[in-house]
């Protein structure tokens, strides 16, 4: 595995996330009947970072709850080093609700598949939107997103690593390739 | 921490972080028993199959729940196992359950050896619901689940265990448990019902129930098993709670924040007093609660294992 | 029929002899032992690099014959006996009938003249039934051919019952072999009491139910002013007991298994029920005195106790498991292993045990190699490691202990009355 490229660095996260918490609010209107649910792990700190964009902008709060699609996956057989089950928070009805799933990178679509299986149990909301930090490509399924911070083509021997202060130290994009 | 284990037969044999795996997993999965829809699809699809020899309805209920909590199929077969009975060999019922296609056998049975002897001869999974005096590894588990909710940790405290530690699978497994993860375990009965050689596995004896309680963070009250005495010099049962029943006069000489468990079903007046069974400190109600979580999670886990150890399909 | 063995290292302990030699067999019989011979013979094996030793002589086996067919057979014990380098057999009573009729030992003494493939010796029981309550007719026994006299399976409760019984044994000559259990001691146990029976949740059988009754036993034997032989000596209370006796000038003999000094209940862990015999295994300070039992004389013989029973009865929950395991087949490896190979006896010494004392106490003409004798011996490979698998014991049952366990010591040739009864 060799780092590739660097797509971006931390001024181009910011300005993505600011950009994104503007079109949120203004493809929903405002913050009435918002929230935002972060996928587990780096979907959660860029749904945070939103709320907090959208509480700059508008002077409003935005409930953020948090998603652990584990056991929804559908490929938990395939993975070789065993998932582990974290708590899934989200302690607002979302019934009624335009609810924006963020995660940081939007791939095969599987793992999005999963979290709407996860949220449908939790209740039904008006809307569910997706924003992401990064899209790749290379869906495997009908699966789009609603707001994207870039679009990046890849090849499949490729990985994108989505690296963020509050839990890898620094704010970075990068691709990574096989060897 | 990976598990690997495909059966969970007992706590002896884990390390540390395998019992911090499971209360962290069980942790995970309380909350979507708080959830409006009570279901996640981890185990969809898959068959459990609950072999109880004895006779038991909290376990039983306990593991049904649990599985279909995780989407899975839940069969109970209960029969009555009698060493004179001629039916058909543990081992061939096991055999037929893995040619059901069933993936994982929770069993009950009143051998010590049971669980292990079905998990040596199949390839599914194995959990043990309590085997004889031997083991009941989940229900330990949600005691100390329970005890960490409660005090913040297991470290470093005090637990007694009151009753018949000689026949408690319960009682041995809670010492396995809490003494890998640091607590100082004390054992407390009259002479006849404290086995040889207890000390060995990390407990402390005491005959003295005042003694027990003295510093105890926890008290664990086990069922008194008259239905397994056979012994003539087995204490009456309103002697036993004179000398060793659990009062709101003895708590008093305890610690004010003393947690009482007890696995149930409970004997009022016995083991312990409808006073203490129904009071603060009791934690009974939250035990069976925990049990859910604790069952889901060990459930989540032996599948997995099961999955990832399986090159080709079954 | 000639025969000659070869270049093997001979050894004899009832003719101090520990060489490379030859031996010629005729006619069912040693007729020489000597350097290079050079007689013309129909049949040499070559022994160089080998021991030579005399057949072993097992006073306690269990042949199941009559009753028990599904789980031993003469005709397959004896098979499995040769296969372990045992020409002498001791079959005990607790048949189906037990032996304790003249009737039911002819009977057995057919079946052995038909089908055994090495002597077999026939213990009669003690009491009609084995039930403890009435005295068999020793001495008719004794003449339908019966060498020894024992209950096992099961202890004599009632002191004046054994008590004549050992008057009887003393006066026709003939041992009286003692299973010292005090059942009502016992606790329906099913392991050895302690530590490893909490652990694992199983009833405990406390030392004390046999060692008392080995006190009772030579006790009696003392009172009688006969000879007493213990059985099975599992733990070092019995084996204290029984030195302090001999000391004391009491006639008493005694055998141990090789489980007993091979194996201690740490090897219940897994609930192998073939882990699972009456005595049970003991704790590794038992371990230790019977092996310096061993040493010091204490313990005279090493028989292997071999208990068939059927894969239905014993892979099954440890608790409803049959008491028992089979051990003709590695009774030697294992002791070789456990007592040659860690330096604690020589082979002088393990010969003894294994075939000139118990011949000596079943007062039987075996266990020797001097000229004259019956050609009964063994001739085996010290240092070949191998390990017993089901599919490679030839005993009708393979509830083995040692199953999956690297032994050192295998047979290559068994030979019986002269012929070749085992070859590998």
Redesign the interface.
Known sequence: MHEKAKILDKENISRAIIRIAHEILEKNKGTENLCLVGIRNRGVHLAKRLAENIKQIENKDVVVGVL?IT??RDD??LI???P??????IDFDINDKNLVLVDDVLYTGRTIRAAL??LI???RPKSIQLAVLVDRGHRELPIRADYAGKNIPTSQKETVEVRLEECDGKDEVIIVEKD | M??HRKDLLGLEELSKEELE?IL??A???K?VST???K????LRGKTVVNLFYEPSTRTRVSFEVAAKRLSADVINIATEASSVKKGETLIDTGMNIQALKADIIVVRHNSSGAAAMLARHLAISVVNAGDGWHEHPTQALLDIFTLKEKLGKIEGLNVSIVGDIAHSRVARSNIWGLTKLGAKVTVCAPKILIPEGIEKMGAHVTYDIDEALRNADAVNVLRMQFERDESAAFPQQLEYFKNFGITGERLEKAKKNIVVMHPGPINRGIEMSSEVADGANSVILEQVTNGIAVRM?VL?LVA??R??N?ETTH | MKLLIKGGRVIDPANNLDEVADILVDNGKISKVARNIRNGVDETIDAGGKIVIPGLVDMHVHLREPGREDKETVATGTRAAVHGGVTSILAMPNTTPAMDSAETVLCLVKIIKKDAGNNVFICGAITKGRQGKELTDIAKLKKAGIVAISDDGASVDDDSIMLDALRHAKKLDIAAICHCEDKSLSNNGVVNAGFTATRLGLRGVSKESEYKRVARDIGLAEKARARVHIAHVSCKESVEIIRNARKKGIKVTSETAPHYFALSEEALLSYDPNMKMNPPLRGEADVKAVKAGLKDGTIDAIASDHAPHTENEKEIEFDRAEFGVVGLETELAASITELIDTGLLNWTELVRKLALNPARILGINKGTLGPGADADMVILSPDKEWMPEKKDLLSKSRNSPFLGRKLKGSVEYTVCGGKIVYKE
């Open positions: 652990d056991l929804y938990l057989t070789s080093a065993q582990v089950v974290h708590k899934t928070e299986d996860a149990d939790f209740g | 990976v598990w795996l962290n997993t942790d995970s999965f909350e959830r409006e829809i279901k996640v699809p981890a999670a989540f997995q294992a999955d990832s399986h």
